[in-house]
């Protein structure tokens, strides 16, 4: 019954792993889901599932391994860059017991429907440019480690220069040198005012010395 493999997981070479895959009626939802049984010999016995019923065994087994990166990527999208911080509210929005239901937003007026488009809308952007932003953090680790570890000016229990640095390094690495980067490029940049008017002053306070 089971298919014995090398694992397709990234990082697990040389290790053989056996599956097997059926397609059952899940009674909960009412529909056909694929299930992958594996056998693995370290992480022991696993049930992995899918709604897509012509994905490939192995290319599930493939997926699940980048589990632990999708799930690090998030906390990091969270707690450095607050990308899912956002809060979806107006003013204009009648306030809602918790558990009361649907809003039933077709019996309102066109103009509120328009309006909860528009912060939905502003939403999702704020998340993409989070993504956007962790991205470009990413490649500054990947391709200028070394730089960035330079430029790190905290501290951290370990602290290892032989690998890249994380999102939150590069984060801090940045707001350590932007100030200087600001003040010595001389130039009179919409950037450098709309960071002189927004920025906060317990993140950049030497910027706030140098432009006070």
């Known amino acids: 019954m089971f298919t014995s493999v090398c694992s397709p997981v990234y990082g697990e070479k040389k290790l053989v792993i056996s599956y097997y895959c059926i397609d059952l009626l899940w009674r909960p939802i009412g529909h056909l889901i694929r299930f992958v049984l594996v056998n693995h010999p370290v992480r022991g016995n696993i049930i992995l599932m899918t709604t897509m019923l012509d994905l490939d065994p192995l290319k599930v087994i493939s997926i699940y391994g980048y589990r632990f990166k999708i799930e690090v990527a998030f906390k990091q999208a969270i707690r450095t860059l607050g990308t899912y ?22 019996k309102t007026s066109r103009n509120y429907r328009k309006q909860i488009k528009r912060k939905i809308r ?17 490649h500054l680790s990947i391709n200028f480690g070394s730089l960035v570890w330079d ?7 370990t602290m290892k220069k032989n690998l890249p640095p994380s999102e939150m390094v590069v ?10 980067f600001l003040v010595g490029s001389n130039l009179d940049h919409p950037l450098e005012k709309f960071i002189a008017q927004n920025a906060d002053p317990d993140l950049l306070p030497d910027w706030m010395l140098y432009v006070a």
């Open 151 to 157: 430029s790190f000016r905290s501290w951290l229990r």
């Open 171 to 180: 984060s801090y690495a940045l707001r350590s040198t932007l100030p200087e």
């Open 122 to 138: 502003a939403y999702h952007c704020y998340i993409q440019i989070g993504c956007i932003a962790q991205g470009l953090l990413l």
């Open 85 to 106: 911080a956002y809060h979806f509210w107006m003013k204009a929005m009648s306030p809602l017991k918790r558990g009361s239901g649907n809003q039933h937003l077709h």
